[in-house]
């Protein structure tokens, strides 16, 4: 199979990590930064690759099939927008894009050139994320009632995007993955501790048209170090804990049964805990690869668009409830 032929945008935080992966996967035709010594640097490592800091020269190239874009997150939007214009197809990191109407205007675009758009949400591909998918999707939860999740550290500080848009959309891509639904009820509550407007601890809830609830806790601001979701059924409940190095995945078998005679309370059954095996593959290259799949044509390629542009939506929600606008 011929490999596509593909420009890494961005060789900062995470760039370098998509570089690896394409590296493998296709043919990196270009490496575009700011930073000269970024180029200088891994243009050596990947000697094959044209080097640039202009955008236009990588889109002239009528051999380039795909940009993949790994800048600041305030510049995805319109990166992106210039790279389906100029007919490539896109993978842009999260968010793809800081509001709605230009999350919107992406998949627009996308659809109208007819070039692929993926969001990089990489814990959608996650094997253990994909593994609780799969006990949601199969009914061996019973019915979901709610979901809760839990993103914190002590650092990494930032000053250009808040702990909602840095750590919260990676629980959210998979909170409104597992539920299958965007909330009718969307509030965050925050404080900007260290940098003035830039929210380092965040709340957040979300009540879903079924009645199914989440949270999500998220913060730089705290001694433990947590990737942690959970799901409450009916019948079972289980844990994705993303910094266990084995045990990924936990069901535990328990749930409320039937209420007492007497007081009226409920009475709780509690069974077997276990951990399926959980292959473990990298998640991004995962991503990587499923991006390739749908340049080719495999898959639709308007869904993780589509599905990217309503992770946009109720984050913009909850960024009108944390700074007190009208949702």
Not at 134 to 146: H, I, N, Q, T, Y
Request: charged letters at 25%; proline letters at 6%.
């Amino acid at each position: 199979m011929n490999k596509k032929a593909v420009a890494i945008v961005g060789l900062g935080y995470w760039g370098p990590n998509l570089a690896r992966n394409f590296d493998d996967l296709a043919e990196i035709r270009w490496l575009c930064d700011a930073s000269p010594d970024a180029l200088e640097r891994f243009g050596a490592r990947y000697a094959q690759a044209r080097t640039t800091t202009d955008l236009d020269e990588v889109l002239a190239d009528p051999e380039l099939d795909a940009v993949v874009v790994a800048t600041p997150a305030v510049t995805h939007y319109e990166l992106a927008k210039r790279a389906l214009e100029a007919g490539k197809h896109v993978l842009v990191e999260k968010p793809p894009a800081m509001n709605a109407a230009e999350a919107e205007d992406l998949v627009a675009t996308s659809e109208s050139s007819g070039r692929v758009l993926m969001p990089g949400f990489l814990l959608l591909y996650h094997p253990a994320v994909q593994k609780v998918k799969e006990l949601v999707a199969s009914g061996e939860l019973g019915e979901v009632f709610c979901v809760y999740s839990n993103r914190q550290n002590l650092g990494k500080i930032r000053t250009d995007e808040n702990a909602l848009w840095s750590l919260g959309i990676h629980d959210l891509s998979v909170v409104l993955h597992l539920l299958d639904e965007e909330p009718s009820e969307a509030w965050a509550h925050g404080n900007a501790f260290l940098t003035p407007g830039i929210e380092d601890v965040v709340f957040c809830y979300l009540r879903f048209p079924s009645g199914k609830i989440a949270h999500m806790h998220l913060s730089w601001l705290d001694p433990h170090k947590m990737r942690r979701i959970t799901v409450v059924g009916r019948e079972k409940m289980v844990v994705f804990d993303d910094m266990e190095l084995e045990r990924k995945v936990t069901i535990y078998e328990k749930g409320p049964w039937q209420p007492t005679e007497t007081y009226g309370e409920w009475q709780t059954r509690t069974g077997d805990i276990f951990s399926p095996k959980v292959p473990s593959d990298e998640p991004l290259r995962a991503e990587c690869r499923h991006f390739l799949d749908l340049v080719r044509g495999d898959g639709d390629p308007l869904a993780a668009a589509r599905d990217g542009l309503a992770v946009v939506r109720v984050c913009e929600q909850l960024q009108a409830s944390l700074v007190g606008a009208p949702a």
